[in-house]
């Protein structure tokens, strides 16, 4: 049996139960406000016979996230409207501003749903939302609504330019909301919580519409009081007994940031939290871990985090599944983002024969089911689909594989950086970065740039405080150590330099764009000349990957459990004696002299391997002479 579209399913909730509250909208200032079904039925059949009076087409939707949003995506439904998610204008950034009118352009709405006209808005038409006036008005029966009709069109998140919709059915939305409602265990004693921006599919999907399929009531939170105090969103769950609710890997991270320093978890109770989903963004064991720590007293249960992958040409969710925390040394590991939800089929295909390819091996994600678009409002869907044993699968332009029947996410193939013959996912190399730069890191952006004599790998890092000479060695290291690629240029930014899409996640073209343009030239180590150097022969890059080595000498010589490049070399035990050893096996490694006196001198890993780097360039030995040597001795020792 097919799931009934939602309009169906809000007017039944509404005859049933007409005076139970579906969706709050909380204040951190104010009292929390409510909407029934019945109010919400109501409100949004005022709103449809307004629409109905304005010309046919797609209704742009620019209201703030709240139960205004809610009404106004039911009002386009039940007036057979496809609804086009957006936001007001000036409450973003001016990127996020170029959007929304590449948006208007690009689907051409009649009308906008709005608290008040704007000008950055030029659509023929302008509503405002029903209030608490359209309470007791007949409700709107859908004339014809058909499962195949168009109900949402999507903008996605990193569109810039010229935007594409994704177009999405009430059928396919159906069917994504019952999958989620399954895969989640969603049940009448469940209850939601939310502070997605709607204009998202998973804020809107997820946030909004899943919980009318699944009759639970839904907390509503501002966006951006959770960006201000993300540990109000810990006090909501604790007060109202959240049992659903989670977001991208960055919220989770923001609440362990600012619970630090002894702030105090009294009175929040997170022990009926059931299912703590986590996607829109790559998925860190690290975060999970570090929130499943610090929120245990709290009563947070680790099997809670439900890891996520979908997209919204796949309407939302594709693959979920409980996590499971890796054993010791393998918290760098890809996480597993579970198994397809019903009625989704996943097959991970060779690029270049369009095959399955085996299990274990990766390469593109291709999926199929009721879930799927059917392409873009602009019909220029080429390249977005292709066929397997007859059937039209969704080509998603993310790289995969497939483990144990678990999808695992490596990245997007526009990010994956081919340097030198190898393949390296840009989320990898950032990963590596932000471990490296502990607290302190914020967002980084990796690409290749290829305007020079040699392709560059760039890493643009932004931090809040540290940006010295000692974190870009830290990170050099750390990224060579983990993934094999030698940076080329590493720039340490203030917070907010990166180009973000409006959810918040990294935008690599826009920020390479810049980087070619001039953008972060102040604060490039030696400004535009790196450019011009050939990747891994500069000092700096010797000296990283050096320091990776003595790491790892110094961890075996001194039989310590790990050894980091800023670590200070007293604690970790070298004496003249180890000083000595490891002075010995590094020079036997290398075939370059390595004074003891020079070991004896420095504090740390990283001090040594600049001093030593000094010395042989004095000596008239070539940058790429000292980096091959490096590479090598690394091999020898099993560090690099």
């Known amino acids: 049996m097919e799931p009934e579209v939602l309009t169906d399913t809000l007017l039944a909730r509404a005859d049933r139960t007409p005076d139970v509250v579906a969706y709050e909208s909380a204040d951190p200032l104010g009292p929390v406000s409510t909407l029934t079904y019945a109010q919400v039925a109501a409100r949004a059949s005022v709103l449809a016979e307004r629409l109905a009076s304005v010309a046919d087409g797609p209704v742009l939707l620019a209201c703030p996230a709240g139960l205004d949003y809610v009404v106004a995506v039911f009002g386009a439904f039940l007036a057979g409207r496809p609804v086009i998610p957006a936001f007001p204008p000036g409450t973003s950034s001016r990127s996020d501003g170029d959007r929304l009118a590449g948006i208007v352009a690009d689907a051409r709405p009649p009308v906008v749903v709005a608290p008040q006209r704007y000008a950055e808005i030029t659509t023929p038409a ?10 007791g008005a007949a409700w709107r029966r859908p004339r014809g ?15 810039t330019g010229r935007p594409r919709g994704v177009l999405v059915r009430h059928d396919s939305l159906a069917a994504n909301t019952a999958a989620i409602v399954e895969r989640f265990e969603l049940h009448p004693d469940s209850r939601g919580l939310t502070w997605l921006p709607p204009f998202h599919d998973m804020g809107l999907v997820g946030g909004l519409l899943t919980p009318m399929a699944a009759g639970i009531p839904m907390r509503i939170m501002q966006p951006g009081d959770f960006l201000k105090a993300p540990l109000w969103w810990l006090t909501q769950i604790s007060e109202t007994g959240t049992t659903h609710t989670g977001g991208p890997n960055f919220g989770y991270d923001l609440c362990v940031r600012r619970a630090r320093g002894g702030h105090s978890l009294d009175g929040i109770d997170l022990s009926r939290w059931r299912v703590a989903f986590s996607g829109g963004e790559t998925v860190r064991h690290r975060t999970m871990a570090d929130f499943a720590r610090r929120f245990a007293s709290a009563g947070f249960r680790a099997e809670a985090f439900l890891p996520c992958y979908g997209l919204a040409e796949a309407t939302l969710i594709v693959s979920a599944g409980h996590w499971s925390e890796p054993a010791a040394g393998a918290a760098d590991a890809a996480v597993s983002c579970g198994t397809p939800v019903r009625g989704q089929r996943v097959v991970v295909v060779d690029r270049e024969r369009h095959l399955p390819v085996d299990e274990g091996l990766e390469g593109e994600i291709w999926i199929a089911g009721p879930n799927v678009t059917p392409g873009y409002l602009s019909g220029d869907s080429g390249g977005l ?9 969704l080509r998603t332009g993310d790289l995969g594989y497939v483990h144990d029947g678990d999808l695992f996410v490596s990245g997007r193939i526009k990010d994956v950086i081919v340097f030198r013959g190898v393949n390296h996912h840009a989320v990898d190399v950032e990963v590596a970065a932000l471990d490296a730069a502990g607290n302190a890191g914020r967002m980084a952006a990796a690409f290749l740039v290829d305007t020079g004599p040699e392709p560059l790998p760039v890493l643009l890092l932004e931090t809040h405080g540290r940006r010295d000479e000692t974190l870009t060695s830290e990170v050099r290291a750390a990224v060579l150590a983990r993934t094999g690629l030698r940076l080329g240029v590493v720039a340490v930014l203030p917070p907010r330099s990166l180009p973000r899409t409006s959810s918040g996640k990294i935008r690599r073209s826009a ?3 810049a980087f070619l343009a001039g953008f972060y030239d102040d604060v490039l180590p030696g400004g535009r000349a790196a450019l011009a150097v050939p990747a891994g022969d500069s000092a700096d890059d010797a000296a990283a990957g050096l320091s990776t080595v003595i790491c790892g000498i110094v961890a075996a010589v001194c039989e310590a459990d790990d050894c980091r490049p800023a670590d200070n070399l007293i604690d970790l035990g070298v004496d003249s004696v180890r000083a000595a050893e490891a002075a010995a ?8 002299t390595v004074p003891l006196e020079t070991i004896l001198a420095v504090s740390t890993p990283a001090d040594a391997a600049k001093a030593l780097v000094a ?6 030995q070539e940058p790429g002479l000292i980096r091959d040597r490096v590479i090598t001795a690394g091999d020898g020792v099993g560090v690099v």
């Open 126 to 135: 302008a509503l405002s939302v029903p209030g608490a006036e359209a309470d």
């Open 585 to 592: 096996v590094l020079e036997n490694a290398l075939g370059l």
């Open 385 to 393: 689909f292709g066929e397997l044993d007859g059937t039209r699968f």
């Open 511 to 513: 920020a390479r764009e």
């Open 615 to 620: 010395d042989w360039l004095a000596q008239g």
């Open 145 to 159: 609504t058909a499962g195949s009709d168009v109900a949402v069109i999507q903008y996605t998140s990193g569109s």
